[in-house]
């Protein structure tokens, strides 16, 4: 069983720096086929805590991962 977890968004973001909200949730990124809200909500807060960032003027939603979530997401991994 695959758990949707703020480490699991932030490993798909660093191996791919930029991706737009559908394609977050894609089972070939995740490895799974995660929650919608729960996926959501980890992008919010990943987003407010400044570990994401939302690309303006961008339609759909594109996020991008910042230097404090990589300098996170590795942290996260390291601990596993």
Avoid: C, W
């Avoid at 968004?9 to 660093?14: E, K, N, Y």
């Avoid at 990124?29 to 919010?44: A, R, S, T």
């Avoid at 594109?62 to 230097?67: E, K, L, P, S, V």
């Amino acid at each position: 069983m695959n758990l949707l977890n703020r480490t699991v968004v932030l490993g798909v973001m660093i191996r791919h720096e930029t991706l737009t909200i559908d394609d977050i949730g894609k089972e070939e990124n995740m490895g799974f086929v995660p929650n919608k809200e729960h996926l959501q909500f980890l992008l919010e807060e990943l987003t407010e805590s400044r570990h994401l960032t939302v690309l303006s003027g961008v339609t759909p939603f594109t996020y991008a991962i910042t230097d404090k979530g990589i300098a996170e997401g590795k942290r996260l991994n390291e601990a596993v």
